[in-house]
């Protein structure tokens, strides 16, 4: 110890600064929205979307909602599949799997059904995330695949999973529009099929 | 909450909550994905901060839980009986500073510590709380908040004078 050196105290609070946090977190957080369950009354609520679908109407223009091109996102949920695939899962859905919808509801505030093609058993976790400055719920499914939830259809994208838009690291995506959502799969390269 | 706000909240607090979820859980997805829950909450609970000044150790406080709720048994929210702190070496003075080359060896040390140990460090001296924060988070009093400190940071002073690299780097001043 040396009484030269600057005290204990501060030598720890600067080695301890904190480094800046990822471009791509702090767009994720500011992303972030209030489950619909804790917004402003259902009233106020539908009284804004009146609006705005009137203001939309009255510019002769359509709002743009998409999350984007789905070869654009399909490549982004492939790229984000990749960078947690580690993670545990904890954030499972609550038993019944069948549920997932409304778990999450209360993650990113739209419900995230389950596309016709995936059995609720097939679930084995989920978590809230973003992909792009989008919301999304990601679901693990059995087998080491995953499954992205857009509350919105993507652009440029049929009723049926395309072929694989982006492959990367031996996994490729799909995407496709169901039911006014946007779906991503994310599975083994070389897979014809969901 | 006004978009504003959010970014407010979020450009003031996000690097050091991250960095506190980071160091402990040393997993940097599952550190991103606590914080954004954290600020998600933190979103929806605004109005329950009366004072803007203490919104650090309200964060933090959000954050352990998420942190806690997600990745049970790493977190030991109720391990605060003292006892971890009964084996730390080092009743010496902790406030002389030491060479500045020992502190690369920081990380590794802090990991050796016990956990409440490092916590109450991380919450001092990176999350910049006041002992009265870190008494009212930690359920502690505060004469016991001060003496756990003295006491943590005689041990990792300990720590990084001992640790290999100390010796290659020039020695202990």
């Known amino acids: 110890m040396n009484p030269s050196h600057p005290s204990f105290d501060d030598q720890l609070r600067k080695a301890l600064t904190p480094s800046p946090a990822s471009a791509s977190l702090r767009a994720a957080v500011l992303a972030a929205r209030q489950p619909l369950g804790r917004r402003a009354a259902p009233w106020l609520a539908a009284a804004a979307t009146l609006l705005l679908a009137a203001g939309g109407v009255w510019l002769g223009q359509r709002p743009r909602l998409s999350p984007g091109p789905a070869r654009e996102v399909a490549g982004q949920a492939l790229t984000n599949f990749l960078s947690v695939h580690t993670l545990d899962f904890q954030g499972a859905p609550p038993a019944p799997a069948g549920d997932c919808g409304s778990w999450c509801l209360q993650r990113t505030g739209f419900s995230a059904p389950l596309p016709s093609c995936t059995a609720p058993s097939e679930v084995e976790g989920g978590r809230a995330c973003a992909v792009g400055r989008t919301p999304v719920g990601h679901y693990l499914l059995r087998g080491g695949r995953g499954l992205y939830v857009f509350a919105r259809p993507f652009e440029n994208c049929g009723g049926l999973p395309s072929p694989p838009l982006a492959v990367a690291a031996g996994l490729q995506a799909r995407a496709w529009n169901e039911n006014g959502r946007g779906y991503v799969l994310i599975e083994t390269a070389g897979r014809d099929g969901r | ?173």
């Open chain 2, 1 to 173: 909450m006004s978009r504003a706000g959010r970014e407010a909240l979020v450009e003031g607090h996000l690097d050091a909550l991250h960095a506190f979820a980071l160091a402990w859980t040393r997993n940097g997805d599952f550190a991103s994905e606590v914080v954004q829950r954290t600020f998600l909450k933190a979103f929806e609970k605004l109005h329950q901060l009366r004072d803007p000044g203490a919104a650090r150790s309200w964060l933090v406080a959000i954050l352990r839980n998420e942190i806690a709720h997600e990745h049970r048994g790493r977190m030991r929210l109720v391990a605060w009986d003292g006892a971890d702190f009964d084996g730390l070496a080092g009743e010496g003075p902790a406030d002389d500073g030491v060479d500045p080359s020992l502190l690369a060896a920081l990380p590794a040390a802090l990991d050796q510590l016990p956990d409440p140990a490092r916590e109450i460090l991380l919450l001092r001296y990176q999350q910049e709380l006041s002992y009265e924060q870190i008494s009212d988070l930690l359920g502690l009093p505060l004469g016991t908040v001060q003496s756990r400190l003295h006491r943590a940071k005689a041990a990792l002073k300990v720590l990084l004078t001992g640790m290999p690299a100390a010796s290659t780097a020039g020695g202990v001043a």
